[in-house]
Structures are given as structure tokens and as C-alpha cells.
């Protein structure tokens, strides 16, 4: 534990009068510090929006999340550290259960590995990611549980792969015990009970290790500001290059966490490429799914018809676990579905073969970009059949309003439903531009370009209306066309270039690291396809996955 002992200070505080000994000892793990330097060496960054304004947050103390469990991860030397490495580092979960069930891993020690990871980065400045934004702080005792559980026998005879993980979650989704900001001051003492898939991930006995930072309002605030920056967590920064590489967002601290394994596995949420950016920026397996698949009660919104939570993971073994345990028809959520779709879970086990698969190239792709080239002549040499195709030209008007009638409806509702008067003051859009104005260089000192763009949006009821469904229908035909024509199991894109049409078409898409460009960026492979056929993608991105073996650990966080 050279780092964290390293970063440990020791304040006496006051001395008695009398005896002169000291009263008490307070440890400060993490101290603020001047930022100016790193800021100034963005200024010329060729991407405008990462000429940063701060790094760290202004209202932030870390000791106030890393304090309370300081005393448990302290007893966790570098030796032992060094030891779990092998079982824990890069494994799938059934390789975590197997050991646990071998009895050489508990799930304690599962548990204080990954927070001794935060620890050691997380409170160096130097290696700071501004990720973790909240801890749970009865996570070890948890833990600690499920092992007397297993070791009286009395342990569930049966129970989900994700038993006893640790969880990371996007801090747009509600959680009982930390509070859920989705980055704004103005939600900084929002509390409140489980979301709905917080729930179904603690009743599968999911441990939830802490919160993760975020694009503020999940990047529907501001305008051509840095992606990962919120008011409340500061710049969150991309392990593969801090300050060099975007962490995309706005699931930037689910993605940035799993890059720098920090726990299991993370949830973020997506309305247009907010799941499948930060995936692709760092390098981790992220599936945005057909919306209703899972539930979106408890989540800050945006969009009611566009929103969705999705697992990011590792790999694509624990992604489809991590799905699975967050499935469940919700009732209070008029997009749930209350159908069952089998073969999740067994996705990540069972790889599609190659020659099974019909797969769409697109044509502009192939000759714009050399690594996706690559990729799709390995897939062709693999067995699977490719067809490379140019999508119709379909337009997307109206794409702006959706979010932003949505969000100006959906979000009240949110407040009013899950927000307390006493702990959140806003209970409007109109309101959280009036809060953010009040002193707008601590809450946006990027300005709130696009809250305001929500209040000046005149579209009629019966206009959105129309804009979705003449989007969702555009989205289809987009991949539909080609799709139908030569009976294609999925599209083959990079990143998040085509989330804008998957979204409108509320079809799922999952992306698989592909690979490094010259700089050490990472870019990805997105496999994207019809309603529901998330297995089908799982099974088909398992074997891409396991036969090409692109993704490498970032440097530095080893």
C-alpha cells in the first residue's frame, strides 16, 4: 500500500491547556490542490471542448467519501494486494465464482481489492481520474456477510452469477444510502430509495460499491463543453491518456472506472451514445439496450422515450450477466416490457460461430477508416459472410425537440416523484437555469446552453408526436434497408458514429473493443441490431471478443 500510505497526512488538532498532549488525530487523505497547471497545458488541445476550465471539483471534499471505509482498506497490505491479483485481475465473474466457491477468493477480499485500487489512484493527483463520487460505506460488512452466509451453509442454494459482485453506478441513478446529483449542485443532498434496477441488482445480492461521476444531466446541459465534466464531480479523465484522450460520455466515470477496474462491473444509461462513447473511449465492452428491456424508474431523465440503463463491463461474459440482473418488467414504467427474452446469461458463454453470421459493412467506414477495414477482413477470414452496403439517406429533424420537450416534461415528474422539498429546491427546468445562473462559475462555468435551448422549444404536443414517430421509423429504414435485403443478423459501425439512428429506432447496440489508433486511443467494434436481439448480439461480440483479443490494460493502472 506504498501510494496510499504515501498520500496519509496526520493533523494534530488542538493540544489541552493543561497537559499539552493532543486531543485527538484526524486523517486527511486527499487535499485540495491547484490545478491551474494541468488546466493551462489544455489550453491549446485541437479538440475545443478539452481546453478544460478546472480538473478537480470546486465543491467536492474526497475525504468525506474515502474516509469512512479508510480504517477497513488500510488493513489490506500491498502483499496481499499482490496476491489477489492473479484471481481477480481481468477475470470474467464465473472466474470470481469459481475461486470463491474453491474457497481460495472471499468476498471480502474481492471487495477491498477493488477498493484498494480506488484508493490508490483515486486520492493521488496524479493518477486521479475524478471517477468515484460516492462510496457505500456498509460494502465491507456487507461482504463480509455473504461469507459468514457461505461458511454457516447457509448461502442461497441458488443464486444469480452476480451474487456478491461489486457494482459501480452512473450517480443518475437512484440509490439508497448515497445521493443521486447526475452532477448538479442543485441535487447535491438529493436522497433517496433504490431505482428500480437497484433494486433487482441487490435482490440477485449485487454489492453496491459506490457512485461513479458523469457529463452533468447526462450532457443535456451545456453546448460544446468537455464530455465527463460535472459541477458536482469535477473532469473525469481518460486512464488511456489523462487530459489527452476524451473519456466520452456521458457515462464517462462507468467507462473510465471499468478501464481502471474499480470494481466488477458498472451500469451507465444512454439516450443517444451515452453508454456506447465512454465504452469505446476506454476500451471496455458498453450495451445500450432495446429500450423497455430494462427499467428506467429512478433515473434522472431526459428522454421517456429514448432513455435506457445498460451494463459496461470488462467483457462480454459479464455483460450479459450484468443485464440479466437488471431485468425485470417494472409497472411503473409505461415502456417495461413484460416479456422474457432467454439466453442472456448464457450469451457471454456460448460464441456465435463465424459461419453463422451475416454481417453489414458500411461502405464508407471501409474506406475512411484502416482498423475497421482490418477488423471486417478478420471477420471475413473467420468464416462470417459481409456485405458492405451505403444506408439510405434518412433525415433526422426533430431529433433535438424529443429531448428537449421530453426532458421538460419527464423531469418534474422525477422531482416531484423521487425529490424531497427540503433536500432539492428546483422542481422545474425553468428552475434549475434560474439555480445555475445564481452563481454560474461554480455550477456552469460552461454555461447551460441546452437548458436554455429547453425553455424556448415550441414544439407542440402533437408535433412531437409526429417527430418520434417519424424518427423512430427513419432509424429502422437506416438499418432496416440492408438488414431485409440480405438478411443481416446485425450492423457492424465504430463507437457511437451511428447511436443517433439506433436510438430513434430504439434498437440495441453493443460495442467490443477493436483496437488502438497510432496515438493509443481506443476505438471499437459496435454490433448493432433489431429489437430484443440483445443475446444475439452478446453471442456474436463473445466471439468476436475471444477470437481477435484486442483490449489491453491502460498504463499505469495495471
Known amino acids: 500500500m506504498k501510494k496510499l500510505i504515501g498520500l496519509i497526512v496526520l493533523i494534530v488538532l488542538a493540544s489541552c491547556k493543561n497537559n499539552k498532549q493532543p486531543q485527538e488525530k484526524e486523517v486527511v487523505l486527499w487535499e485540495p490542490y491547484n490545478d491551474s497547471l494541468e488546466v493551462a497545458s489544455n489550453a491549446d488541445h485541437e479538440i475545443r471542448r478539452m481546453q478544460y476550465k478546472l480538473i478537480q471539483s470546486r465543491v467536492l471534499d474526497k475525504n468525506e467519501i474515502f474516509l469512512p471505509l479508510y480504517e477497513?482498506?488500510?488493513?489490506?497490505?500491498?502483499?496481499?494486494?499482490?496476491?489477489?491479483?492473479?484471481?481477480?485481475?481481468?477475470?470474467?465473474?464465473?472466474?470470481?465464482?469459481?475461486?470463491?466457491?474453491?474457497?481460495?477468493?472471499?468476498?471480502?477480499?474481492?471487495?477491498?481489492?477493488?477498493?484498494?485500487?480506488?484508493?490508490?489512484?483515486?486520492?493521488?493527483?496524479?493518477?486521479?481520474?475524478?471517477?468515484?463520487?460516492?462510496?457505500?460505506?456498509?460494502?465491507?460488512?456487507?461482504?463480509?456477510?455473504?461469507?459468514?452466509?457461505?461458511?454457516?451453509?447457509?448461502?442461497?442454494?441458488?443464486?444469480?452469477?452476480?451474487?456478491?459482485?461489486?457494482?459501480?453506478?452512473?450517480?443518475?441513478?437512484?440509490?439508497?444510502?448515497?445521493?443521486?446529483?447526475?452532477?448538479?449542485?442543485?441535487?447535491?443532498?438529493?436522497?433517496?430509495?433504490?431505482?428500480?434496477?437497484?433494486?433487482?441488482?441487490?435482490?440477485?445480492?449485487?454489492?453496491?460499491?459506490?457512485?461513479?461521476?458523469?457529463?452533468?444531466?447526462?450532457?443535456?446541459?451545456?453546448?460544446?463543453?468537455?464530455?465527463?465534466?460535472?459541477?458536482?464531480?469535477?473532469?473525469?479523465?481518460?486512464?488511456?491518456?489523462?487530459?489527452?484522450?476524451?473519456?466520452?460520455?456521458?457515462?464517462?466515470?462507468?467507462?473510465?472506472?471499468?478501464?481502471?477496474?474499480?470494481?466488477?462491473?458498472?451500469?451507465?444509461?444512454?439516450?443517444?451514445?451515452?453508454?456506447?462513447?465512454?465504452?469505446?473511449?476506454?476500451?471496455?465492452?458498453?450495451?445500450?439496450?432495446?429500450?423497455?428491456?430494462?427499467?428506467?424508474?429512478?433515473?434522472?431523465?431526459?428522454?421517456?422515450?429514448?432513455?435506457?440503463?445498460?451494463?459496461?463491463?470488462?467483457?462480454?461474459?459479464?455483460?450479459?450477466?450484468?443485464?440479466?440482473a437488471m431485468a425485470g418488467h417494472d409497472s411503473t414504467d409505461m415502456a417495461s416490457i413484460t416479456e422474457q427474452f432467454p439466453g442472456i446469461i448464457s450469451a457471454g458463454l456460448h460464441p456465435e460461430p463465424f459461419k453463422n453470421m451475416r454481417l453489414g459493412a458500411f461502405k464508407n467506414l471501409m474506406e475512411s477508416d484502416s482498423i475497421y477495414r482490418s477488423t471486417i477482413e478478420k471477420l471475413r477470414e473467420s468464416g462470417a459472410t459481409i456485405i458492405e452496403f451505403t444506408p439510405p439517406e434518412v433525415k433526422m429533424d426533430g431529433f433535438l425537440s424529443i429531448l428537449n420537450i421530453d426532458m421538460k416534461n419527464d423531469l418534474p415528474v422525477y422531482l416531484k416523484t423521487h425529490t424531497s422539498p427540503e433536500n432539492v429546491k428546483i422542481q422545474s427546468i425553468a428552475d434549475a437555469v434560474a439555480f445555475n445562473a445564481a452563481d454560474s462559475l461554480t455550477r456552469i462555468p460552461y454555461g447551460q446552453a441546452l437548458f436554455e435551448g429547453i425553455l424556448t422549444d415550441s414544439t407542440t404536443t402533437e408535433g412531437l408526436e409526429e417527430i418520434k414517430a417519424t424518427l423512430e421509423n427513419n432509424g429502422r429504414t437506416f438499418f432496416d434497408t440492408a438488414m431485409d435485403e440480405h438478411g443481416l443478423n446485425a450492423i457492424l459501425s465504430i463507437n457511437n458514429y451511428h447511436a443517433g439512428y439506433a436510438a430513434v429506432a430504439k434498437y440495441p447496440a453493443l460495442t467490443v473493443p477493436m483496437g488502438y489508433k497510432t496515438t493509443g486511443e481506443p476505438i471499437s467494434l459496435t454490433f448493432i441490431g433489431k429489437q430484443f436481439t440483445e443475446a444475439d448480439l452478446l453471442r456474436m461480440g463473445r466471439a468476436y471478443e475471444k477470437a481477435l483479443q484486442n483490449r489491453r490494460r491502460p498504463k499505469g493502472y495495471e
Open 72 to 324: 477497513e482498506v488500510s488493513k489490506m497490505t500491498e502483499t496481499d494486494y499482490e496476491a489477489l491479483k492473479p484471481l481477480i485481475f481481468d477475470k470474467t465473474i464465473f472466474d470470481l465464482r469459481q475461486a470463491i466457491e474453491k474457497n481460495k477468493l472471499t468476498y471480502e477480499q474481492l471487495t477491498l481489492f477493488y477498493l484498494y485500487r480506488i484508493y490508490t489512484y483515486e486520492l493521488d493527483n496524479a493518477t486521479t481520474l475524478n471517477t468515484i463520487i460516492a462510496l457505500n460505506g456498509d460494502v465491507v460488512n456487507q461482504a463480509r456477510q455473504l461469507d459468514k452466509l457461505k461458511a454457516e451453509g447457509n448461502a442461497p442454494s441458488f443464486h444469480h452469477p452476480i451474487y456478491g459482485m461489486p457494482i459501480l453506478l452512473k450517480d443518475n441513478i437512484n440509490t439508497k444510502g448515497m445521493k443521486t446529483t447526475a452532477g448538479s449542485i442543485a441535487l447535491k443532498d438529493n436522497e433517496v430509495e433504490d431505482a428500480f434496477i437497484v433494486q433487482k441488482l441487490k435482490e440477485n445480492g449485487a454489492l453496491i460499491l459506490g457512485k461513479v461521476n458523469l457529463s452533468e444531466w447526462a450532457y443535456f446541459l451545456c453546448s460544446g463543453c468537455p464530455v465527463g465534466y460535472s459541477a458536482y464531480g469535477g473532469q473525469t479523465l481518460n486512464p488511456y491518456g489523462r487530459r489527452v484522450f476524451e473519456t466520452g460520455g456521458s457515462s464517462s466515470g462507468s467507462g473510465t472506472a471499468m478501464a481502471a477496474e474499480y470494481a466488477v462491473a458498472a451500469v451507465g444509461t444512454e439516450t443517444s451514445g451515452s453508454i456506447l462513447s465512454p465504452s469505446s473511449q476506454n476500451s471496455v465492452v458498453g450495451l445500450k439496450p432495446t429500450i423497455g428491456l430494462l427499467s428506467r424508474s429512478g433515473i434522472v431523465p431526459i428522454s421517456s422515450t429514448l432513455d435506457t440503463p445498460g451494463p459496461m463491463t470488462k467483457n462480454v461474459t459479464d455483460n450479459a450477466i450484468l443485464l440479466s
